[in-house]
């Protein structure tokens, strides 16, 4: 693990001037992620916030080679990059240095309509990372609900009506659909814990393989949060248990972060817009659903962690 | 690439940006409402502003915090909320006061 | 030069260009009928006979996606589809063309679905025709194998720069054994020459930004461009199938033209029909009737100028369409043609012919039982419809 002086001689990844709203996570989600790798990196990206806000032309953030081409592919687009550094590096048409390929994603790109091209980049053995920034729902497009949007969430496509209100579904747990893809490394973290992260991306980036991380990132805008809180947002989220900071390493499950004391999910949902109309009286029992899946799951996953 | 062309002769081919880091050159300083102000009196240089800022806005010399970059900052606040309690190097400033 | 001629089915010889072009990727998936030019390639890759990396991916969505990632990155790339297969591509042709990747396809023509029908007709590619990919048709395997090898240095040429696509007819072409040359694998390779990227993303020294977002003020431009490089094709083309023509025997142009000089009529296709053609015309003349027949070899770009001039004396000209549009208007070769010939104001009758849809037989008699009746109706005989079906049951 690197601390904060020894990244900070790190070439910054992206620069000033993109467009994501003040405050926005995903960019910290990229920093984080490219500054822990020693090696040079190449990165696509599907589309979305984050490719959206950095490449508007001719203004790009990126200091790093960018390759976007499609919102469901960066998983495909990305194994196709990783085929072409193994074939002319083979054939000697390119020197041999260490390069990590990376692939980010929102959740809609990944959990939803990227969902079969990156199953089939970690089913294909590919030696890179799919880095999932999750801020759980297709914001680019305006806030509409994705399969990451938490149960009880109000978006532009689950409203909050007279007689349905917010997202009915639990969200998809993708974390768990990439570790029974069986790949050498599945993680889930946040930007805010960027120890964890820089752990973890470290590590990830050390071994051959398919690799997958799911980050949260809370989006200020759809999630409807003071924006000088979004690192408090991702603390909620951990303490509460709503997004526990793990690592499964061949399939072996290991827990990076316990809380000292697991709040209520509530610490987690009342600062946010989204959930706002969960506290009103007729909703308290959705609240109580909530807490008890996150119980369920966190239960689980201490289990699961001394299997 | 020029920022102002006569031709789409004049484009890379592909529609790429040719230079990495252009975005530089595009200012979001003017979305910001409220300016920080960093004291490197108080400023510890435990580098939180740094590794949380979403705009690459802390500048470093040597490891420590120099200065923000102005002409990029957005004025979103994680860097003062984010600077230590027992530290606050980062104030908040209302942008309509230095106007 | 070294030719060996051998008995070689459409995909097999496909297969053979790929292997002796060598590139540096393939991202393919399954559909017939072009799958078996993925099946022979990879015992080729499972032999060590190329260097090319295999990524058999999950979809065709993500194959094209992977060949656009590994040509962004610098590799030379090819796939090969089909159909439904082509159907799931078509964003990422459009996206493959837009960042100008000269990115290589066999297609093998065959119907789309439904009903599902795996046989061949040309509206999978028709569907992809404004996509921005060069459209190559070839009549029978020699002619895929050339068109695939000249492909390599159509889309590389540095005033075009686009994706292609050779295509062969499914079944009819793919799965027909015939005797075709082969070139030796250094002739092939000498013609190809290696591949140059222009600004690979794998040179990070040097980072670009692929596939970034235009508002208004650009995007345009970035559109002019590619039109231009859709123009510059036909060059291109000219000069790749002249000095194919010069090395390897062949000539290639944007249309073959057969007993068309003195023609009163004239049938107009792409493909396979050529070869039904040819037999219908020679036994047209037999009868009498001065019968003559242009293929269409290039679809992409359309060159709308050349064919207008070498039909310009036919007065009755009957165009084939292996695809229907649907726009109640006739099929897309008859329109594109109909407006290239409006400019020359001659004198013409030109009708057209939707047939053969879902792998549908055409037969000899019938397209000479056609062109007698367009050239009896020009004489005054019985009348006979503009624009109609051959070989349905009406
Ligand atoms: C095939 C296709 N369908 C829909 C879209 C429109 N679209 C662009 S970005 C986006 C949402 C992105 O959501 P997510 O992946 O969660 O990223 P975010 O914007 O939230 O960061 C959608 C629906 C598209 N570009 N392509
Ligand atoms: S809408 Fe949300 S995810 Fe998109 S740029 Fe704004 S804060 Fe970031
Ligand atoms: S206010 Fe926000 S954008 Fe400005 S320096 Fe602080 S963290 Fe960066
Ligand atoms: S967070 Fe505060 S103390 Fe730490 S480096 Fe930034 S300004 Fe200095
Ligand atoms: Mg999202």
Avoid at chain 1, 177 to 201: F, G, S
Avoid at chain 3, 5 to 27: C, K, L, Y
Wanted: aromatic share 8%.
């Amino acid at each position: 693990m690197s601390n904060l002086k020894q990244l900070a001689t790190r070439q910054a990844p992206l620069c000033g001037g993109h467009r994501a709203c003040a405050g926005c996570s995903a960019p910290d989600v990229v920093r984080q992620v490219l500054m822990a790798s020693a090696d040079p990196v190449v990165v696509g990206s599907a589309t979305g916030c984050l490719e959206v806000s950095t490449t508007i032309f001719p203004y790009s953030a990126w200091n790093v080679p960018f390759v976007h081409s499609a919102f469901e592919n960066a998983g495909a687009s990305v194994s196709g990059m990783e085929a072409a550094y193994k074939s002319l590096k083979k054939q000697g048409k390119i020197g041999d240095e260490k390069i990590n390929f990376v692939a980010f994603g929102g959740d809609g790109g990944t959990y939803d309509i990227g969902f079969q091209s990156l199953s089939g980049a970690m089913e294909r053995g590919h030696n890179m990372m799919y880095v999932c920034y999750d801020n759980g729902a297709y914001m680019n497009t305006g806030i509409q609900r994705s399969s990451a949007t938490p149960r009880g969430a109000m978006t532009t496509t689950s409203p909050v009506g007279k007689v349905i209100q917010g997202k009915q579904q639990q969200r998809k747990d993708l974390t768990a659909c990439m570790v029974a893809h069986e790949i050498p490394y599945v993680a889930q973290t946040t930007p805010a814990h960027w120890r964890d992260l820089n752990a973890k991306v470290e590590y990830a980036f050390s071994i051959e393989g398919p690799k997958f991380m799911n980050v949260l990132a809370p989006c200020r805008l759809g999630w409807g949060y003071p924006m000088e809180l979004t690192m408090d947002m991702c603390r909620l989220a951990a303490d509460t248990c709503f997004w526990p900071l793990y690592e499964v390493v061949e399939g072996q499950y290991k827990l990076t972060y316990t809380p000292k004391e697991k709040k209520p999910v509530e610490d987690f949902l009342k600062p946010q817009t989204r959930f706002r109309h969960l506290f009103r009286p007729e909703n308290e029992h959705v609240i109580a659903e909530i807490q008890q899946e996150v119980d369920r799951k966190w239960e689980r996953l201490q289990k699961l962690c001394t299997l | 690439m020029k920022e102002n062309i006569n031709s789409w002769k004049d484009l890379p081919i592909g529609g790429i940006v040719d230079e990495p880091g252009t975005a530089m050159a595009y200012k979001t300083g003017d979305w910001r409402t409220l300016r920080p102000i960093h004291n490197s009196e108080k400023c510890i240089n435990c580098l939180a502003c740094w590794i949380y800022c979403p705009d690459s806005a802390i500048i470093l010399k040597d490891g420590k915090v120099e200065s923000i970059d102005l002409e990029h900052c957005k004025g979103c606040g994680i860097c003062a909320h984010e600077c230590p309690p027992k530290v606050k190097a980062i104030e908040m400033v209302d942008e309509a006061d230095f106007r | 030069m070294g030719k060996t001629r051998v008995a070689r089915t459409g995909n097999e010889a496909m297969a053979e260009a790929i292997r002796q072009i060598n590139p540096d990727v393939v991202a393919a998936y399954p559909i017939t009928p072009a799958t078996e030019v993925m099946q022979i390639f990879a015992t080729y890759v499972a032999d060590g006979l190329v260097d090319t990396e295999l990524v058999p991916t999950e979809s065709e969505h993500s194959a094209m996606s992977a060949a656009i990632g590994a040509q962004v990155a610098g590799a030379r790339t090819m796939t090969a589809t089909s159909s439904q297969g082509l159907a799931l591509m078509y964003e990422m042709l459009y996206i493959a063309a837009g960042l100008r990747l000269p990115l290589i396809m066999a297609e093998v023509n065959r119907a789309l679905s439904a009903p599902i029908n795996i046989h061949c007709d040309h509206g999978d590619t028709m569907g992809g025709r404004d996509a921005g990919w060069i459209q190559i048709f070839s009549e029978n395997s020699q002619e895929a194998y050339d068109n695939l090898i000249q492909a390599v240095r159509i889309a590389e040429h540095s005033d075009v720069l686009l994706p292609i696509m050779v295509t062969t007819d499914g079944f009819i072409i793919s799965h027909a054994m015939e005797d075709i040359d082969i070139y030796s694998d250094g002739e092939v390779r000498d013609f190809i020459g290696t591949y140059k990227p222009l600004q690979p993303a794998l040179d990070y020294k040097k980072p670009i930004t692929v596939g970034s977002i235009d508002f208004v003020d650009y995007y345009f431009e970035h559109r002019r461009a590619l039109a231009q490089a859709m123009s510059n094709a036909k060059n291109a083309i000219l000069e790749v199938g002249r000095e194919f023509g010069s090395k390897f025997g062949q000539e290639y142009g944007f249309y073959e033209a057969y007993k068309l000089d003195d023609a009163e009529v004239a049938m107009v296709c792409l493909g396979s029909t050529a070869g039904t053609g040819k037999d219908a015309v020679d036994n047209l003349r037999k009868r009498g009737i001065k019968a003559g027949l242009l293929k269409v070899r290039v679809f992409r770009p359309f060159p709308a100028e050349e064919l207008a001039a070498r039909l310009k004396d036919v007065p009755q000209i009957c165009v084939l369409d292996r695809s229907d549009a649907l726009a109640a208007t006739g099929g897309p070769l008859y329109a594109e043609l109909l407006a290239a010939m409006f400019e020359d104001r001659a004198d013409h009758t030109v009708i057209n012919r939707i047939y053969g849809l879902g792998g549908r037989d055409i037969k000899v008699g019938e397209i000479e039982e056609l062109l007698s009746s367009q050239v009896s109706a020009a004489a005054g005989g019985k009348s006979i419809d503009r624009i109609g079906y051959l070989g349905v049951r009406e």
